[in-house]
């Protein structure tokens, strides 16, 4: 059974400082995807990473996939509070793209300014 | 362009009243079609998936069903609710490299 372990759960952070997330996972995979979710709304799709040693930026986040380790990073530089969200990753555990994805629990990320 | 819409998106049901959830998409064909379902402070955990119209595959045993009676449309339902599956529903469909979720429905079971 594949398990995705993101940590932290929560994270609080001042407004113009840099942090990441990580996300693990137990199982062969080379998709791993991000996930923004403001409350009580849908997934807006932030990352979809395909491949070892990819990296993607978008603003003020960057993702990274270590296909080898299994961990996948979020990186935020110079926090702002639009930012404060809920961040999920997810992976595709069929590895064929067909969307099965096992999500992680989230970190729910407050930017105090 | 595409869209997905997902209805109701809130409904309160007592415990043991049916359950149905619609989905539809439009703008493509033939999509691959998900429910996902998150429950209060958890992650997402796909429910159902289906490649096709008729093909249904289930992850997680359950009370509830999917079917998909036209290639863009997805129903989630179920006979009799159970307090535990209150939660956020979600739809998504797929093609290719991309996954597109509905806007979700928020169902209460009291």
């Known amino acids: 059974e594949l398990k995705v372990e993101q940590n932290p759960l929560f994270l609080s952070m001042q407004e113009g400082k840099n942090y990441t997330i990580y996300c693990n996972y137990s199982?062969?995979?080379?998709?791993l995807y991000w996930y923004r979710q403001d409350p009580g709304k849908s997934l807006e799709s932030l990352f979809v990473?395909?491949?070892?040693?990819a990296v993607k930026q978008e603003g003020r986040l960057m993702a990274s996939l270590d296909t080898k380790a299994r961990l996948s990073t979020l990186h935020i530089t110079a926090a702002v509070h639009d930012l404060s969200a809920t961040y999920f990753c997810a992976v595709d555990s069929t590895g064929a793209g067909s969307y099965q994805l096992t999500f992680g629990k989230g970190t729910k990320l407050s930017v105090i300014p | 362009s595409q869209t997905i819409h997902q209805w109701p998106a809130t409904l309160v049901q007592p415990v043991g009243s049916p359950l149905s959830l619609e989905c539809t998409v439009e703008?493509?064909?033939?999509?691959?079609l998900y429910w996902y379902r998150q429950a209060a402070g958890r992650g997402l955990q796909l429910l159902f998936y289906?490649?096709?119209?008729?093909?249904i595959s289930s992850e997680v045993p359950q009370n509830l069903s999917a079917s998909r009676p036209q290639d863009r449309q997805f129903i989630l339902s179920s006979k009799k609710l159970l307090l535990s599956d209150s939660g956020f529903y979600l739809c998504?469909?797929?093609?290719?490299?991309?996954?597109?979720f509905g806007e979700g429905s928020w169902l209460t079971v009291v």
């Open positions: 199982t062969t995979s080379d998709r």
């Open positions: 289906s490649v096709g119209i008729g093909q």
């Open positions: 703008g493509t064909s033939n999509p691959n």
């Open positions: 998504a469909w797929s093609k290719g490299n991309t996954i597109y």
């Open positions: 990473l395909l491949s070892n040693g």
